[in-house]
C-alpha cells in the first residue's frame, strides 16, 4: 500500500500543479515568476574555469588518493552482500541501477539510510544547482548575446544547454558488475566531503576575490517563502515526466545504460528555469531536493517492505 501511494504521489502532483497553473494562465495571471533584474554574472570566464576544474579535480584526485589508501577489506571478512538482508537489487536486474542503489541494498541499516538521504537529498542537489546554475548557466546566459550572435539575449538558450549538459552528466552505462561495499562507502563518503569543499572555496572566491554580494551569488532567502512553493511547484510540473520516460526506455536501454541522460531533461529545463526567472538557488534547490529525497523514500520503503514480508 505503501509503495502504491509512492507511486502515485507525483502523479497527483502533476495533474494538480498543472490544474493549478492552468487556472492562473486562464485567470491572466502569469506562470512564471517575474523576471529578476539581477542579470549578468560579474564573473569572468577563468574563475568559472577555476571553480570548475576544482569541480572536475578535487573529488578525482580525493576519490584516487582515499581508495588508495584505503585497502578493500580491512577487516579481513567478506563485504558481500548479506544472504540474511533483504536485496533490493536482484541479480537477474539488469545492470544499469544507481551505484546508490547497490550501495543501499548491501547489508541495509538506518545509519546507512541516514547518511544516503542527507547526501542525496541536500548536499548533492545543492551543489549541483551551485555549478551547473549559478556557475555554468550564470555564465553561459551573461554571455548569450556574445555566444548566438544575437542582439539581446533573454536566457532561454543557456537554460536548454545547461539543461542538456546536466542530464548528460548523468550517463551511466550498463555494467556487468558494482565496485563492494566498502569501495562505494568510501566512493560516496570521499564526494560529500568534497563537495562541501569545493562549495566553501567557490564561494570564497565569489565572495573575496570578486567581491560579489550573497544576492549575486544566488543566496538570497528574503523571499524563501516563495521560493519553496515555486521549488514544489517545479517538482509537480516535471517529475511525473521524467518517471515515465525513465519507465518506458528502462527496458530498451537495459543492456546499453541508464535512461536517466534523457529522463533528466525535462526536471533539469525546469530547475533552470526557476534559476533563469529567479537568479535564486532556492527554488531549484528545493525542487531538486524534493526529487532526489522522493527517490530516497521510495527506496526506503521498499527496503521496510522486503524486510517486513522477510520477517513474516
Given at each position: 500500500?505503501?509503495?502504491?501511494?509512492?507511486?502515485?504521489?507525483?502523479?497527483?502532483?502533476?495533474?494538480?500543479?498543472?490544474?493549478?497553473?492552468?487556472?492562473?494562465?486562464?485567470?491572466?495571471?502569469?506562470?512564471?515568476?517575474?523576471?529578476?533584474?539581477?542579470?549578468?554574472?560579474?564573473?569572468?570566464?577563468?574563475?568559472?574555469?577555476?571553480?570548475?576544474?576544482?569541480?572536475?579535480?578535487?573529488?578525482?584526485?580525493?576519490?584516487?588518493?582515499?581508495?588508495?589508501?584505503?585497502?578493500?577489506?580491512?577487516?579481513?571478512?567478506?563485504?558481500?552482500?548479506?544472504?540474511?538482508?533483504?536485496?533490493?537489487?536482484?541479480?537477474?536486474?539488469?545492470?544499469?541501477?544507481?551505484?546508490?542503489?547497490?550501495?543501499?541494498?548491501?547489508?541495509?541499516?538506518?545509519?546507512?539510510?541516514?547518511?544516503?538521504?542527507?547526501?542525496?537529498?541536500?548536499?548533492?542537489?545543492?551543489?549541483?544547482?551551485f555549478i551547473f546554475?549559478?556557475?555554468?548557466?550564470?555564465?553561459?546566459?551573461?554571455?548569450?548575446?556574445?555566444?548566438?550572435?544575437?542582439?539581446r539575449g533573454n536566457?532561454?538558450?543557456?537554460?536548454?544547454?545547461?539543461?542538456?549538459?546536466?542530464?548528460?552528466?548523468?550517463f551511466r552505462k550498463?555494467?556487468?558488475?558494482?565496485?563492494?561495499?566498502?569501495?562505494?562507502?568510501?566512493?560516496?563518503?570521499?564526494?560529500?566531503?568534497?563537495?562541501?569543499?569545493?562549495?566553501?572555496?567557490?564561494?570564497?572566491?565569489?565572495?573575496?576575490?570578486?567581491?560579489?554580494?550573497?544576492?549575486?551569488?544566488?543566496?538570497?532567502?528574503?523571499?524563501?517563502?516563495?521560493?519553496?512553493?515555486?521549488?514544489?511547484?517545479?517538482?509537480?510540473?516535471?517529475?511525473?515526466?521524467?518517471?515515465?520516460?525513465?519507465?518506458?526506455?528502462?527496458?530498451?536501454?537495459?543492456?546499453?545504460?541508464?535512461?536517466?541522460?534523457?529522463?533528466?531533461?525535462?526536471?533539469?529545463?525546469?530547475?533552470?528555469?526557476?534559476?533563469?526567472?529567479?537568479?535564486?538557488?532556492?527554488?531549484?534547490?528545493?525542487?531538486?531536493?524534493?526529487?532526489?529525497?522522493?527517490?530516497?523514500?521510495?527506496?526506503?520503503?521498499?527496503?521496510?517492505?522486503?524486510?517486513?514480508?522477510?520477517?513474516?
Amino acid at each position: 500500500m505503501l509503495i502504491r501511494l509512492l507511486i502515485l504521489f507525483p502523479a497527483a502532483a502533476f495533474l494538480l500543479t498543472w490544474t493549478f497553473l492552468a487556472i492562473r494562465l486562464a485567470s491572466g495571471k502569469g506562470i512564471l515568476p517575474k523576471q529578476n533584474p539581477l542579470r549578468r554574472a560579474r564573473w569572468r570566464g577563468d574563475a568559472c574555469f577555476l571553480i570548475l576544474g576544482a569541480f572536475v579535480a578535487i573529488p578525482s584526485f580525493a576519490l584516487a588518493v582515499m581508495m588508495f589508501l584505503s585497502p578493500e577489506n580491512p577487516t579481513g571478512k567478506s563485504t558481500g552482500d548479506s544472504a540474511e538482508k533483504p536485496a533490493l537489487v536482484q541479480e537477474n536486474d539488469s545492470q544499469t541501477e544507481h551505484s546508490a542503489l547497490v550501495f543501499l541494498e548491501k547489508n541495509p541499516s538506518p545509519l546507512k539510510f541516514l547518511f544516503m538521504a542527507s547526501y542525496i537529498a541536500l548536499v548533492a542537489p545543492f551543489f549541483e544547482e551551485f555549478i551547473f546554475r549559478l556557475i555554468i548557466q550564470g555564465w553561459f546566459d551573461a554571455r548569450e548575446r556574445e555566444f548566438f550572435r544575437k542582439r539581446r539575449g533573454n536566457g532561454w538558450r543557456s537554460v536548454i544547454l545547461v539543461a542538456l549538459l546536466f542530464s548528460f552528466m548523468h550517463f551511466r552505462k550498463a555494467t556487468p558488475t558494482y565496485p563492494s561495499e566498502h569501495a562505494l562507502g568510501v566512493q560516496f563518503g570521499t564526494l560529500a566531503v568534497t563537495s562541501i569543499l569545493v562549495l566553501a572555496f567557490s564561494i570564497w572566491l565569489l565572495k573575496g576575490p570578486l567581491g560579489l554580494n550573497w544576492r549575486e551569488i544566488g543566496l538570497d532567502f528574503r523571499f524563501w517563502k516563495k521560493d519553496l512553493c515555486l521549488g514544489a511547484l517545479g517538482f509537480g510540473a516535471a517529475a511525473e515526466l521524467t518517471y515515465l520516460i525513465q519507465g518506458i526506455l528502462a527496458a530498451p536501454l537495459k543492456n546499453y545504460c541508464a535512461p536517466d541522460f534523457i529522463a533528466l531533461i525535462p526536471i533539469a529545463l525546469v530547475f533552470g528555469i526557476l534559476y533563469w526567472r529567479t537568479r535564486r538557488l532556492l527554488p531549484g534547490f528545493t525542487a531538486h531536493a524534493i526529487f532526489n529525497g522522493f527517490s530516497i523514500l521510495q527506496l526506503f520503503a521498499l527496503y521496510l517492505m522486503k524486510s517486513t514480508s522477510l520477517t513474516l
